[in-house]
């Protein structure tokens, strides 16, 4: 079967730097897709990798290992407004997206 | 401002009747999507579509219904035969069907069972 694993839950610090892991077993692998959404709103892009190594855009960088199945979100200088769930997604073989059921990140002051 | 709506944003069913949740995009995207998003769970593809007048299941699309008329607008029919249908329902579109096609979510329609 295809999965995705993330921790349930993440609690972090504000202006401290957190990652955010995810292992995926799926069949075939055309990119993974990392997605923020808070409570009760809609899910919105935050990056795509489909090549190892790491992205960087801005305070958030992603990192993709296919030989491994893994990937992390790392977000540094955390704010309150970066309390949310964050999704990982890979697209199958099919094009199809498998998606993870989320880390919820709870930053204190 | 281009975007995806939903509407409406709370919906509340009665045993035996179908309910249907509007999608509306203004992004000229092909592709549209419903997914279901229940707690401690993994968004699940109901339905999408490619083009008008064309749609696939997806991984639950057993007591739902879909139409494509029109490039804009994806509806999403519960049914009675969906037997538990609490759960909040999210509408999404992109550009095309396709590995690096980001998806654009719409705000969400929660659906409660009276």
């Known amino acids: 079967g295809q999965n995705i694993d993330q921790p349930t839950e993440m609690t972090a610090t504000e202006g401290a730097i957190v990652q955010i892991n995810c292992t995926y077993q799926?069949?075939?692998?055309?990119?993974l897709f990392w997605y923020q959404q808070h409570a009760g709103e809609a899910p919105t892009f935050l990056s795509y990798n489909v090549l190892d190594g790491l992205e960087e855009k801005g305070r958030f960088s992603s990192f993709l290992s296919r030989s491994k199945g893994y990937s992390y979100l790392l977000l540094k200088e955390l704010q309150m407004k970066d309390s949310a769930s964050y999704l990982c997604a890979v697209t199958d073989s099919n094009y199809q997206l498998i998606w993870g059921a989320g880390t919820k990140l709870i930053i204190k002051p | 401002d281009g975007g995806i709506t939903q509407s409406p944003k709370y919906l509340f069913r009665k045993e035996g009747q179908n309910v249907t949740l509007s999608c509306e995009q203004n992004?000229?995207?092909?592709?549209m999507y419903w997914y279901r998003q229940d707690p401690g769970q993994g968004l699940r593809l109901i339905y999408y579509?490619?083009?008008?007048?064309?749609?696939q299941k997806g991984d639950i699309a057993e007591g739902y219904s879909v139409s494509r008329e029109k490039k804009e607008s994806f509806p999403l029919t519960v049914t009675s035969a969906q037997k538990n249908p609490t759960a909040f329902y999210l509408c999404?579109?992109?550009?095309?069907?396709?590995?690096?096609?980001?998806?654009?979510f719409g705000p969400g329609t929660r659906l409660l069972v009276l």
């Open positions: 992004l000229n995207h092909d592709a």
């Open positions: 579509s490619q083009i008008v007048n064309d749609f």
């Open positions: 799926t069949s075939g692998f055309n990119g």
């Open positions: 999404a579109s992109s550009i095309l069907v396709g590995a690096s096609e980001t998806q654009y």
